[in-house]
């Protein structure tokens, strides 16, 4: 039944993300437009995923220490990723920045425009209201080691850790407060939340989409393309079979572990574009990350499902 169902949404997500490269290619659509669909996925989209799933949800005093698993788990994998990423470039001969590059992508994923997307399509909202609380501990784990990695001058600052209070992880905040405390939209909220969370998925395919056609030049010419290899198959494979090993020891419903194990593999973060050129590198590797990883993850995420409900079920 999760195999089935992931293979359907994949199905999905594959079709959305052609439709973007096609609208590229046809379009040639402005660097302004793009923009403003990544200021749509951040401030509206996925924090109307999270609170959808929160309020459709039975938030109770109980969840808390679940929520509080699922977060320091996801912190963990992030880290663990970044780590096993980083040993596998250094031993295979890369250095310096270049190995720091392939460990940031090896550890830190996609998991809210695709992962939250993916497990509300797959769990209902509660598998939802899950992935959304990984995505909180993968924000917290971008915006502190991660940017640590990334800085040539390796310096942490705390101006990086106050990207952590975004709209996103204030939405998660806000819905849990609220439904804890007893409180319930009315029907007319709830309306528009389900309208605006179910741009989420669609808005975030086609613009990864958008990124295929301008980076078609940097594939023909091979660059970058050698030292991809090593974070996508950490990312989408090394990771959610790790995750699987570890969540098995967990004192949880299955549902939990198996969302955890589904956003340990996902692919290479959407920002790695936008880090990279802010901290002084080039921003066509993180594309080729994201791009790779994803059209891979069409094709690894039904096997970590199928595998994870085999060994969890």
């Known amino acids: 039944m999760i195999f089935t169902s992931v293979v359907i949404s994949v199905s999905v997500m594959a079709i959305m993300i052609l439709m973007g490269a096609f609208i590229e290619f046809r379009l040639k659509t402005p660097q ?11 401030n509206i989209a996925v924090p109307s995923v999270s609170l959808r799933s929160i309020f459709n949800s039975d938030v109770t005093p ?13 912190i963990a994998f992030n880290a663990s990723g970044v780590f096993i990423a980083y040993t596998i470039a250094r031993t295979m001969g890369w250095k310096g920045m270049n190995a ?19 497990c509300a399509s797959v769990f209902g909202p509660t598998g939802g209201l899950y992935a959304s609380i990984y995505d909180a501990g993968l ?31 204030i939405a998660i ?24 969370a179910s741009l989420a998925a669609p808005l975030a395919m086609i613009y990864i989409g958008l990124l295929i056609p301008n980076i078609l030049k940097v594939f023909r010419e091979n660059n970058y393309l050698r030292q991809t290899w090593i974070p996508v198959s950490t990312k989408l494979l090394l990771m959610p079979l790790f995750a699987l090993l570890v969540v098995q020891l967990y004192p949880v419903e299955s549902m939990v572990k198996l969302v955890i194990v589904m956003q340990a593999g996902s692919p290479v973060f959407l920002l790695a574009p936008v880090l990279f050129a802010r901290y002084g590198h080039d921003p066509n590797y993180g594309s080729i990350g994201i791009i790779y990883s994803t059209f891979a993850y069409l094709l690894t995420i039904p096997f970590v499902a199928w595998l994870a409900g085999k060994v969890l079920q």
């Open 173 to 196: 905040v806000t819905g849990l407060t609220l439904s804890l405390s007893g409180f319930h939209p009315p029907a007319v909220i709830m309306k528009l939340l389900d309208n605006l």
């Open 100 to 118: 720091r590059l392939m460990a940031a992508m090896g550890g830190l994923g996609n998991t809210a425009f695709v992962g939250i997307p993916l």
């Open 62 to 74: 109980d969840k808390l220490p679940v929520f509080g698993l699922i977060y320091l788990s996801s």
């Open 139 to 169: 924000t917290t784990s971008l915006f502190s080691f991660g940017i640590l990695i990334m800085q040539k001058e390796k310096a942490f600052t705390v101006r990086s850790l106050r990207n952590i209070v975004n709209p996103p992880i």
């Open 32 to 42: 302004a437009t793009k923009a403003m669909m990544a200021f749509i996925l951040i």
